[in-house]
């Protein structure tokens, strides 16, 4: 895995970010798949009862599903392990700039706004975010099994 390959993960971030969004919304409906969303606080007995994980469709669920869904709810899955993996990215970093340059390149700001917005030149930009990436290289193994997944559809 290169800098380059990891750099193209954290661009695309906003749009799968919106993808999923959409897809939930076709797949789940209006609301949102967390089983709290919009319901009422439950009180006594009935809080404390295991709640459904809606976010996982059964087997019988995925047999009932139209050939679109199906192949919705499969790209669902693969973004969202993707999209995951690109935000636990910032654990791996200790400098505050490189986290806040990660946090501009997710949200598809080029250089030019990112360095706007920390009131830094373009260069300081660039040599933050090569830093940043040669550390993620280095310290986020578990991107090397999703660069290779992309690489082998």
């Avoid at 967390?34 to 009862?49: I, K, T």
């Avoid at 669920?61 to 993996?85: F, G, H, P, S, T």
């Avoid at 200790?94 to 706007?116: K, P, T």
Wanted: glycine share 2%; charged share 30%.
């Amino acid at each position: 895995m290169n800098k380059k390959q990891v750099e193209n993960l954290i661009y695309e971030y906003h749009w799968r970010k919106k993808e999923l969004d959409r897809i939930e919304v076709i797949i789940w409906g209006r609301y949102s798949k967390s089983p709290s969303f919009g319901l009422v606080q439950q009180m006594g007995v009935e809080a404390s009862l295991p709640k459904a994980n809606t976010n996982i469709k059964s087997a019988a669920e995925i047999d009932a599903m139209e050939a679109r869904e199906k192949r919705l709810y499969k790209r669902w899955l693969a973004y969202q392990e993707k999209v995951q993996a690109i935000e636990l990215m910032v654990d791996y970093l200790e400098d505050e700039q490189q986290q806040i340059v990660l946090d501009c390149m997710m949200e598809g700001m080029s250089y030019r706004s990112i360095a706007d917005h920390l009131s830094l030149n373009r260069n300081k930009i660039r040599e933050l975010k090569e830093d940043m990436l040669c550390q993620l290289c280095q310290k986020c193994h578990f991107l090397h099994d999703l660069i290779e997944e992309k690489s082998a559809v």
